[in-house]
């Protein structure tokens, strides 16, 4: 049975990832930092391991053998967090050390989660630009984010074929699973539609299975009417 990594599979959106993944028969791996807090995740399937996505020897070990990546990482995980211990780096050694450890463990295929903050606003300028849009109170974070997306493109035709999906506008946890994502571009889709958690991973695994953007960063969304429906 095909394998899939997922770093990050103790958060939301790792464990939606997760989720579809089970779902179409892989096995994941679920890299968290501490498997003591997350006896949770071990189901049929699942073999949650420790792990540092910050690190290329780690993500090589836990990585061997599956046929794709997933970055759902976040060391921000809501405004009641504050920023005092937010390293702005740490997007960075993120993206270096997946790039190096998956391309040594043979691991081809990299999906990254990426901050609607980065996208492009009808001017032209990042969303996080524009105070009244975006609270500016969380823009180290997106500036942290950033630099990842940086990092990434700056490794340009190296052996890891990576994509980042960056939700159009809002993730919602308990929404449902619609099926129905679309893939934009660099910019904020009209609206600024969202999208669930569960749309999120069913785009992810797609992108895994069938690989139709290479390198390169896009909005992903489901549409309002859709979402109404
Ligand atoms: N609208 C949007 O654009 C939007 C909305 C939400 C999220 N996102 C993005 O989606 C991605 C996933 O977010 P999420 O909502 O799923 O976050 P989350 O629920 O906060 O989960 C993040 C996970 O990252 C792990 N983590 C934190 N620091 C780590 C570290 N130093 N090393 C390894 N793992 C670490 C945490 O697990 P442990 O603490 O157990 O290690 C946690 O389970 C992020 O990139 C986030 O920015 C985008």
Request: avoid cysteine.
């Amino acid at each position: 049975m095909d394998g899939i990594v997922v770093f990050g599979a103790g958060g939301r959106a790792g464990r939606a990832v997760t989720a579809e993944a089970l779902g179409r028969g892989y096995e994941v791996t679920a890299v968290v930092r501490d498997p003591a807090r997350y006896a949770d995740l071990g189901a049929a399937g699942v073999s949650v391991v420790r792990g540092d996505v910050t690190d290329a020897g780690s993500v090589r070990e836990v990585a061997g053998g599956a046929v794709g990546a997933v970055h759902a990482v976040s060391p921000f995980s809501g405004p009641e967090q504050g920023f005092d211990s937010l390293d702005p780096g740490f997007f960075v050694k993120a993206a270096d050390a997946l790039l190096e450890g998956l391309a040594s463990a043979g691991v081809r295929r990299l999906v990254a989660v990426g901050l609607f903050a980065n996208l492009l606003g009808a001017d032209g300028r990042p969303v996080m630009d524009a105070p009244s849009a975006f609270p500016p109170e969380i823009r180290p974070f997106a500036l942290a984010h950033t630099a990842g997306l940086r990092r990434l493109r700056e490794a340009g035709e190296g052996a890891v074929d990576w994509v980042m999906l960056t939700p159009g506008g809002g993730l919602e946890q308990d929404a449902p699973r619609t099926g129905h994502h679309r893939l934009g571009d660099e910019r904020v889709p009209e609206g600024a539609p969202g999208l669930s958690y569960a749309d999120l991973a069913v785009a992810v695994l797609d992108e895994i299975e069938t690989p139709t953007l290479h390198r390169t960063r896009v909005s992903v969304f489901v549409p309002r009417d859709v979402r109404r429906t």
